[in-house]
């Protein structure tokens, strides 16, 4: 019986034999690159017109909210057709060789809106291929301002925006080609999680001159699930309180409304005191806002119904009128039983009656903030 080896064997039989056989002569291909880079030059570009294939691999993004910039380590990958750069691969017996970028043209791509702060290693190795593509990665380690938008906070999505393109050469003599890498996505454990990344095409016009800029967009959605389930706990608990102050006589209402208002006045400073320069605030930071002015108007009408309550005077007549009318809509039976007077009785059915209206009121006025703003 024959022996049986393992594909896997195989294959790796085959690349080391052929890698062997291919480009193994290295002061020989030494020698021939040099000669062919010796009638090269390397100030004009391969052609009047020539087209750049660009992709872009992010390895880690993050945002710094503080001063409100994006920081991007990236490798943005060119490639171009350079005929001058081709060779025979039969004869050379290879068909592509590393050289040290600073020896061949370059195109001028360069990031437009942020700052670099090491504008590709210039240093690092170009990929020449036999039939004359050329293949050069830009290390990138870019910082752009970003315009935070807060609404969704803590789980908002911030797009960071790059722009890429050429200084001084128009469209005709330098395009620029978005080739999408689908597995270009990396996954951090950071506070920040890379969502997705977009990229765009566009001409910008610059004295007279259509240039091609390009414009990769990484979506980035916040990781806080603390900051989500401490919000979520102060806004019910605000929310209970207020709702069980309801349900209260008036002059029993004022300490537990105080009580929300200060629980949400409490989050509003925490979260104002983070500094954060933003383009929209947070719908938690306007619920809390809203719990805390609810609470306010709370304790207020129940000052108002009880000063109503204790009035001495004779009520007036149209007062009186409206009483019996709505009386007979509703229960207006005063809270406390120590009524002396027919005068003070009437009072303490129309602060009852008052109580009612704000309370109806107060309840809308919920309503309608819980409609316009979530
Ligand atoms: C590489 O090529 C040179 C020039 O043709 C030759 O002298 C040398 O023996 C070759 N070396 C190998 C390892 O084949
Ligand atoms: C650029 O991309 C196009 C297709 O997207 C491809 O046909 C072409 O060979 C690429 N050119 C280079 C130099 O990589
Ligand atoms: C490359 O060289 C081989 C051998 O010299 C030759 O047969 C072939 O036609 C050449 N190819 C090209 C594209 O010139």
Same mark, same amino acid.
């Given at each position: 019986?024959?022996?049986?080896v393992?594909?896997?064997?195989l ?7 052929n890698?062997?056989?291919e ?9 021939q690159?040099?000669a062919?880079?010796?009638?090269y030059?390397?100030e004009?570009?391969p052609?009047?017109r020539h087209q750049?294939?660009? *992709?872009m691999d ?7 909210e503080i001063d409100?910039t994006?920081r991007?380590?990236a490798?943005?990958?060119l490639?171009w057709n350079?005929?001058r750069? *081709? ?7 290879c ?9 061949l ?7 437009m809106n942020?700052a670099?702060t ?8 170009a990929r020449?291929d036999s039939?004359g ?6 290390r ?5 301002? #970003?315009?935070?938008q807060?609404?969704d ?5 911030q797009d #960071?925006t790059?722009k ?5 050469h128009s ?12 597995n270009?996505?990396v996954?951090?454990a950071?506070?920040w999680?890379?969502?997705s990344m ?6 910008w016009?610059?004295e007279?001159m ?7 967009t ?9 900051h989500?389930l401490a ?5 019910i +608990?605000a929310?209970?309180?207020l709702?069980?102050a309801t349900?209260l006589p ?5 300490p537990?409304?105080a009580?929300?208002a200060?629980?949400t006045v409490v ?5 104002g *005191?983070r500094?954060?320069? +933003? ?9 809390m806002?809203? +719990?805390c ?12 119904v009880?000063r109503?309550?204790?009035c001495?005077?004779?009520p007036?007549?149209l007062?009186r009128?409206?009483?019996s009318r709505?009386?007979?809509?509703c229960?207006?039976t005063p809270?406390s039983?120590t009524l002396s007077s027919e ?5 303490a059915a129309?602060?009852r009656?008052?109580d ?5 009121l107060?309840?809308l006025t919920?309503f309608?903030?819980?409609v316009?703003?979530?």
């Amino acid at each position: 019986m024959a022996p049986r080896v393992h594909p896997a064997l195989l294959l790796l039989l085959f690349c080391v034999s052929n890698a062997r056989s291919e480009c193994d002569n290295t002061t020989l291909l030494s020698l021939q690159i040099d000669a062919l880079l010796a009638v090269y030059d390397r100030e004009t570009p391969p052609a009047a017109r020539h087209q750049i294939n660009a *992709s872009m691999d992010v390895r880690h993004a993050t945002i710094n909210e503080i001063d409100s910039t994006a920081r991007m380590l990236a490798d943005l990958k060119l490639s171009w057709n350079d005929p001058r750069l *081709s060779w025979n691969a039969t004869e050379w017996d290879c068909s592509g060789w590393m050289v040290p970028a600073e020896r061949l043209w370059l195109p001028d791509v360069v990031v437009m809106n942020a700052a670099a702060t090491s504008a590709g290693d210039v240093s690092l190795r170009a990929r020449l291929d036999s039939d004359g593509t050329v293949l050069w990665i830009k290390r990138l380690d870019l910082t752009a301002p #970003v315009q935070l938008q807060l609404r969704d906070w803590p789980r908002d999505v911030q797009d #960071v925006t790059f722009k890429f393109g050429s200084r001084m050469h128009s469209v005709q003599e330098l395009d620029i080609v978005v080739i999408d890498v689908k597995n270009s996505l990396v996954f951090e454990a950071g506070a920040w999680e890379m969502l997705s990344m977009s990229s765009e095409s566009t001409l910008w016009n610059r004295e007279g001159m259509d240039l091609r800029v390009v414009t990769w967009t990484v979506h980035v959605r916040r990781r806080a699930p603390a900051h989500a389930l401490a919000t979520g706990v102060v806004l019910i +608990a605000a929310l209970i309180m207020l709702a069980g102050a309801t349900a209260l006589p008036p002059l029993q209402r004022p300490p537990l409304a105080a009580a929300a208002a200060l629980l949400t006045v409490v989050w509003l400073v925490w979260w104002g *005191s983070r500094g954060m320069a +933003a383009g929209s605030c947070p719908a938690a930071a306007v619920a809390m806002c809203s +719990a805390c002015v609810l609470a306010a108007l709370l304790g207020a009408c129940a000052a108002l119904v009880g000063r109503v309550a204790s009035c001495t005077t004779a009520p007036p007549r149209l007062l009186r009128a409206l009483l019996s009318r709505v009386s007979g809509l509703c229960d207006l039976t005063p809270h406390s039983d120590t009524l002396s007077s027919e005068q003070s009785a009437a009072w303490a059915a129309s602060a009852r009656l008052l109580d009612r209206t704000l309370l109806v009121l107060f309840h809308l006025t919920g309503f309608i903030i819980a409609v316009v703003y979530f």
